[in-house]
């Protein structure tokens, strides 16, 4: 219950965040707009009026690029001052005097700040889904519901990267940094190191067959395990990596079920190297 207590506060201190109004405002356009594309995108290819399954599922792929990219940014942003900030403005003894435990604080953090995440993805699909069922009338409900689901699962992923971040220093200008880095290394440096490493090995950078060490160097990032997370709970093969690179052999790294084991240790892993540091912090 002690971390409970430490979720609902820290919830009511995250939610007042101006940024985050201006995210979740942003998100909830990207939302909007991708309803509209989806729809326009039926009419364009002539697919049946009132189909809602199909436009719901072309609504699905416009907002997976944009989830990729907004929800990190919105997660990091909630996330990289929890225990950081606490240390540098002194609060964090005082917190720490309570009847809680330095576990406690960081599992309370990560509720805390996971729930404001999932109200500003909840908020932008709720607008999507207005926009939707405006534009063309009707939706799959359970796609749609499904799809909301994996994107908080995704951002709980990234709060527990911005949280451990924050659990292993004393100072939000670092853990900021931090998480800038990350947002770098799983964006462009990640993708463009593979491609230098494929460039070396094959001579070129588009192959005929990719081999399966690229497919499993790609498949790692959060980003790339979401969309296999989303390609195995909604069936369709449009979110995996055999369709981006067309291919009928995947290793195990690029299945699309092991997509959730891989958000399980990006989110694990760094919340529990943070937690680690902050056991044996001197505050």
Do not use: N
Request: glycine share 10%.
């Amino acid at each position: 219950m002690s971390a409970i207590t430490v979720a609902k506060k820290d919830f009511r201190d995250a939610v007042r965040s101006r940024t985050l109004l201006a995210l979740t405002l942003v998100f909830a356009l990207f939302t909007f707009g991708g309803a509209f594309l989806a729809s326009w995108t039926a009419e364009l290819f002539g697919e049946i009026e009132g189909d809602g399954a199909q436009t719901t599922m072309d609504l699905l792929f416009a907002l997976q690029t944009p989830a990729s990219f907004l929800v990190p940014i919105i997660a990091l942003v909630v996330g990289y001052a929890a225990i950081a900030g606490e240390r540098e403005s002194g609060s964090l003894k005082f917190l720490l005097g309570l009847p809680h435990t330095r576990r406690d604080v960081v599992l309370g953090k990560i509720l805390g700040r996971t729930a404001v995440v999932a109200v500003s993805i909840l908020v932008g699909f709720a607008v999507g889904l207005v926009g939707l069922v405006t534009f063309v009338g009707s939706v799959s409900v359970v796609d749609y519901l499904l799809f909301t689901l994996v994107t908080i699962l995704f951002g709980f992923v990234y709060v527990c990267i911005g949280v451990g971040l924050s659990s292993m220093t004393r100072s939000t200008t670092k853990a900021a940094v931090g998480a800038l880095g990350m947002v770098l290394l799983f964006w462009f440096v990640w993708g463009i190191a593979a491609q230098l490493v494929l460039f070396w090995r094959e001579g070129s950078f588009m192959v005929e067959s990719f081999p399966e060490w690229y497919l499993s160097v790609v498949s790692l990032p959060p980003d790339s395990a979401y969309a296999a997370a989303l390609g195995t709970i909604l069936g369709e093969d449009g979110f995996t990596m055999a369709s981006i690179y067309e291919t009928e052999s995947l290793p195990l790294l690029a299945e699309p079920w092991f997509g959730f084991v891989l958000l399980a240790f990006w989110a694990l892993v760094p919340l529990g190297f943070g937690l680690w540091r902050f056991d044996r912090a001197d505050l």
